[in-house]
C-alpha cells in the first residue's frame, strides 16, 4: 500500500479527471492506455478507460463506492456500455439537472453524505444505488462534499477547516477515522487532486512530502516515490 503522484492531461488536478474504488478505477481515453492502466495497477483495480459525457471530467461527473456508481444524464451510451462491460454493481444515471456528481456526494462502502440541496428522492436514489445510508452535511461549511474531501473504507482526508461537527457527522457516516489535509501544495479542495482506495492513494504531482506523509497516515498507506 502506498501512496503515488502521477498528472492527467497535464494536470495536477488528477481527482477532477479520474475516480476510484475498491473494485475499479475510472480514467479518460484522453490518458495513454498504458499511463492509465499503471494508474489501475497501484490501486489494484480494474480499469474502466472511457470519458463521461464526452469529457475528460469523470472524477467530477460521477460518483462511485464498491457497490454502484452514479452517472449524469448527459452519460452517452457508449459510454455507459463501457462501464457495464467492467462493472457488475448498481449504475444510476441520474435524471436531474445536476451533473456534477463527483463533486456533489461522497462515499464509501459504509455510507455517503451528500449537498444538502438534493432533494429527498434524490437522496433516496443515491442511497439506493450506493447500498448504504446516504446523509446531507457539509464539509468547511459548504456543500460541495465531493471535492472537499477522500473517503475510503481505512479513512477520510478532508478540508483543513472541517469542524468538530462536521467531523463527527463524517465518522458517524463512514464509520473510519477522519482527518484534514491539503494536496499539491496546499490546495484545500482534496477531492480534486486525490484518488484513493483501500490498496493506495494516487495524489497530484504538486503534492509535497509533508502533503503525502498526511495522506498516508489518514488513509492507512505508505508514502512511496514512484510517479508518472
Request: glycine share 8%.
Amino acid at each position: 500500500m502506498a501512496v503515488y503522484l502521477t498528472s492527467i492531461a497535464g494536470s495536477a488536478s488528477i481527482g477532477v479527471y479520474s475516480l476510484a474504488t475498491d473494485k475499479f478505477v475510472i480514467i479518460p481515453k484522453a490518458v495513454p492506455l498504458k499511463k492509465a492502466q499503471r494508474t489501475a495497477d497501484w490501486l489494484k483495480a480494474k480499469l474502466i478507460h472511457t470519458s463521461i459525457a464526452g469529457s475528460v471530467l469523470v472524477g467530477a461527473l460521477a460518483c462511485a463506492n464498491s457497490n454502484g456508481i452514479l452517472l449524469p444524464h448527459s452519460i452517452k451510451e457508449e459510454e455507459y456500455a463501457a462501464i457495464k462491460a467492467s462493472f457488475e454493481g448498481n449504475i444510476t444515471v441520474m435524471e436531474t439537472k445536476k451533473t456534477a456528481y463527483g463533486n456533489l456526494v461522497l462515499a464509501n462502502d459504509h455510507g455517503a453524505v451528500v449537498d444538502p440541496r438534493f432533494k429527498p428522492p434524490e437522496i433516496s436514489k443515491i442511497s439506493e444505488t450506493l447500498c448504504v445510508d446516504a446523509v446531507p452535511a457539509e464539509i468547511a461549511g459548504l456543500p460541495y462534499v465531493g471535492s472537499l474531501a477522500v473517503a475510503t473504507n481505512k479513512g477520510v482526508l478532508a478540508h483543513p477547516l472541517l469542524s468538530e461537527e462536521e467531523k463527527k457527522v463524517l465518522e458517524s457516516v463512514f464509520k473510519v477515522p477522519v482527518d484534514v489535509g491539503t494536496i499539491n501544495c496546499g490546495i484545500p479542495y482534496v477531492g480534486t487532486g486525490l484518488i484513493a482506495n483501500s490498496y493506495a492513494a494516487v495524489a497530484g504531482s504538486l503534492t509535497t512530502g509533508p502533503e503525502m506523509f498526511i495522506i498516508g497516515n489518514a488513509l492507512d498507506v505508505v508514502q512511496e516515490v514512484d510517479t508518472a
